[in-house]
């Protein structure tokens, strides 16, 4: 479903479910992945769609550690 460069560390999956594109269900999908690139770090995260997706403490919290670990 999605080409995904096998050098990224996962840190979080998604699994679809839906009867709209069937074709999609059961699909593992990367939604939150760190890498090295040369010196420096990359950090992606498609999580928070809308504000309120970060009234969930672990959603903020994994876009904190993320953002912090390519700061470093």
């Not at 080409?3 to 074709?23: E, I, M, R």
């Not at 992945?33 to 994994?62: C, N, T």
Request: charged share 20%.
């Amino acid at each position: 479903y999605m080409h995904v460069d096998p050098s990224n560390h996962v840190l979080a999956t998604t699994t679809f479910n839906t009867d709209v594109a069937p074709w999609v269900s059961g699909c593992v999908m990367p939604v939150v992945w760190k890498r090295m690139w040369g010196e420096g770090r990359v950090f992606y995260s498609s999580l928070g769609h809308v504000a309120k997706d970060f009234d969930v403490p672990e959603a903020q919290q994994i876009q904190k550690r993320g953002m912090h670990w390519a700061s470093r």
